[in-house]
C-alpha cells in the first residue's frame, strides 16, 4: 500500500500557484519525499525530491513540515500544461525500491 | 535529465497472439528496471522488478508465465505477454533508475498501449 495520501482532485486558474498537500505521517527518518506528474496518456515525470530541507527546481517547490509528516508540492505559475496527476511518494534513496504509486491528486488547470 | 524509450508505443493484436514490448535506458545504464500497467482512469500498478542477468522477481498475483521478462543487457528489458486476451489491453509503462547519476532518480518511458481485439 502506498505510505502517502492525497485528495483526489484539485483546481487552480491558470497563472495562479497550485499548492498539492501530501500526509505522509509513517515516513521513516531515512525516506524521501519524491514527486511525479502523469500527464495524459504518458509515463509519469520526475518532478522533485527532499528529505527534510525545502527544495526548488526549475519546474517546482517541495516544502516539508519539520516533523516530515505532510509536504506541499508547489506549481509556482500554473499554465494548462500542468493539467495532469501528481503523484506523492516516500521511498529510501540509493536503494532499488520498487515505486508504490497511490492514486494521487487529478490537478485541473482552468482558463 | 535521462531518458527511456518504449517501443512500440501502440500495438493492437488478436486475441491468442504473443506481443513483445521493449523498453530501454538511452543514456544511462540500469541493473534494474520495473514494469507496470495502468487500466483507464486507475494509478500505476507494479507488475515486476526486472533485474539484469536473473530473474525477474513478480508482485502478488501477476503471472509470471503470462507476462515473460527478459532483461538481456544494462540497457534493455523486454516484456512478452504470452497467450494475450481482451482483459491484457493495458497501458504498460516500464522505468529505470539511474544508478550512477547520484540523483536516484527514477525515470520512466512514454508506455505502450496495448489492445487484444
Known amino acids: 500500500d502506498a505510505k502517502t495520501t492525497q485528495p483526489p482532485s484539485m483546481d487552480c486558474a491558470e497563472g495562479r500557484a497550485a499548492n498539492l498537500p501530501c500526509n505522509h505521517s509513517t515516513i521513516s527518518g531515512n525516506e524521501y519525499v519524491y514527486w511525479y506528474r502523469q500527464i495524459h496518456s504518458q509515463g509519469p515525470q520526475y518532478i522533485i525530491h527532499g528529505l527534510k530541507n525545502n527544495e526548488t527546481n526549475e519546474m517546482a517547490s517541495l516544502i516539508i513540515t519539520e516533523d516530515r509528516k505532510s509536504s506541499t508540492l508547489i506549481l509556482p505559475h500554473a499554465t494548462l500544461r500542468d493539467t495532469a496527476v501528481y503523484y506523492c511518494?516516500?521511498?529510501?534513496?540509493?536503494?532499488?525500491?520498487?515505486?508504490?504509486f497511490g492514486k494521487g491528486t487529478r490537478l485541473h488547470i482552468l482558463p | 535529465g535521462a531518458v527511456v524509450s518504449q517501443h512500440p508505443s501502440r500495438v493492437i493484436c488478436k486475441s491468442g497472439t504473443s506481443v513483445k514490448i521493449e523498453c530501454r535506458s538511452l543514456d544511462f545504464q540500469a541493473t534494474t528496471m520495473f514494469w507496470y500497467r495502468q487500466f483507464p482512469k486507475q494509478s500505476l500498478m507494479l507488475m515486476a522488478t526486472?533485474?539484469?542477468?536473473?530473474?525477474?522477481?513478480?508482485e502478488q498475483g501477476v503471472e509470471k508465465d503470462k507476462f515473460l521478462i527478459n532483461h538481456a543487457s544494462l540497457t534493455l528489458s523486454t516484456l512478452t505477454v504470452t497467450s494475450a486476451h481482451p482483459e491484457d489491453s493495458s497501458f504498460y509503462i516500464c522505468?529505470?533508475?539511474?544508478?550512477?547519476?547520484?540523483?536516484?532518480?527514477?525515470?520512466f518511458g512514454p508506455g505502450t498501449r496495448l489492445t487484444v481485439l
Open positions: 511518494i516516500v521511498q529510501l534513496y540509493h536503494r532499488d525500491d520498487k515505486i508504490i
Open positions: 526486472s533485474n539484469e542477468g536473473s530473474k525477474a522477481t513478480y
Open positions: 522505468s529505470a533508475r539511474d544508478q550512477l547519476a547520484g540523483t536516484d532518480t527514477q525515470y
